[in-house]
């Protein structure tokens, strides 16, 4: 009974079929259900339908009277890395009736949490009647300068969300077990481009991974690795740089969600209600002791989280100077 309940717990080792996937997708539930609680499973997945058809009730109420010309929506990607409080951000997010929400488990947009293609992206943004579309390709954040550069489509957003590395790592491997591990492993033997992970990472993330002795590395070790290169990506891209893409910290939406969440709103022109923000509770994260870990690796996100903070403030002093290019508007 371990082993195969191991089999489908842990992370797959190749490819699976539907059956296998749908089979790994139960089993995972039951043992966060069992280790996490059942009620943290239906918040995050949000299982429980009422909120969805509250919010379903006034989306349509709002076409009705904000009729909107075909093709108008505003594509907003919300990406980063897994167990960073993407999810805490889009439940906020569909409470406000001008925004449509289309997560990872989107069965039109994505197949096994990967956007099936730009033009399935492309259409299912024109094809909606909302005035936002926030979509959330967290396994496909290597490609947002993509995404926010599609013909065809009003100019879009990008909100790439990160957390503090020791926090992010304790709940990843809660949750997932040794997934960054494994996926630091193949990257390191050359396998990284049959892995969402491996995609765009240049050469020097690469060399770096494979400087490591992954065979003794701790998950934990891991997962904070993994953290520095994924985020590392948001500069190795260039996105810090560019004027429609926003960093948000999950750490300051924590401690302070009215206001975390009226920036956010004021960047991509949402207008802005307390109940976006009203389902967050003031909390630190799962452990606020830092992790025991390759001190090589604690160096490196050290670097990695202060490179993110300045990157930050600096946008909130350019978007100070110039203006918000969408200004917050009064809820209607």
């Known amino acids: 009974m371990s082993a195969w309940w191991d089999r489908y717990v842990n992370p797959p080792d190749g490819p699976q079929t539907s059956r296998q996937h749908l089979t790994r997708k139960v089993v995972r539930r039951i043992h ?57 951000l889009m439940r906020g997010l569909d409470e406000a009736p001008e925004t449509e929400v289309r997560n990872e488990n989107d069965r039109v947009l994505f197949h ?20 936002f579309v926030f979509v959330k390709p967290i396994c496909d954040s290597q490609h947002l300068d993509t995404f926010l550069d599609l013909d065809g489509l009003a100019p879009g957003r990008g909100v ?21 591990l494994l996926a630091l492993r193949d990257i390191a033997a050359g396998r990284g481009a049959a892995r969402w992970q491996g995609e765009r990472l240049p050469q020097a993330s690469v060399d770096l991974i494979a400087s490591f ?6 998950p934990l070790t891991a997962a904070v690795l993994f953290w520095a290169v994924r985020n590392q990506l948001l500069f ?53 002791q ?31 100077q110039a203006g918000s290019s969408a200004p917050e508007r009064s809820a209607s």
């Open 236 to 288: 190795d891209l260039g996105l810090d740089q560019r004027d429609d893409v926003l960093l948000v910290s999950y750490d300051a939406f924590a401690a302070h969600p009215s206001t975390e969440m009226q920036r956010l709103c004021r960047f991509v022109g949402v207008s802005y209600r307390p109940e976006l923000d009203e389902h967050v509770d003031r909390r630190v994260s799962h452990g606020t």
């Open 160 to 180: 790439w969300v990160y957390r503090d590395p020791d926090s992010r790592a304790r709940s990843e491997v809660s949750k997932f077990g040794p997934a960054n």
């Open 32 to 88: 966060w259900a069992r280790t996490e609680g059942l009620g943290r499973v239906i918040e995050e997945d949000r299982l429980d339908p009422r909120p969805r058809l509250r919010a379903a009730v006034r989306k349509r109420r709002w076409r009705r009277s904000h009729p909107l010309a075909p093709g108008t929506a505003v594509p907003v990607y919300v990406v980063g890395l897994q167990r960073s409080g993407t999810n805490m």
């Open 112 to 131: 096994r949490f990967r956007v099936r293609s730009t033009d399935v992206l492309r259409r299912t943004v024109l094809a909606s009647k909302q005035q």
């Open 290 to 320: 830092p992790l025991e870990i390759d001190p090589r690796v604690r160096l490196l996100a050290t670097e990695v989280h202060r490179r993110l903070e300045a990157a930050r403030a600096a946008q909130d002093r350019r978007l100070a």
């Open 213 to 218: 002795d992954l065979e003794t590395m701790t």
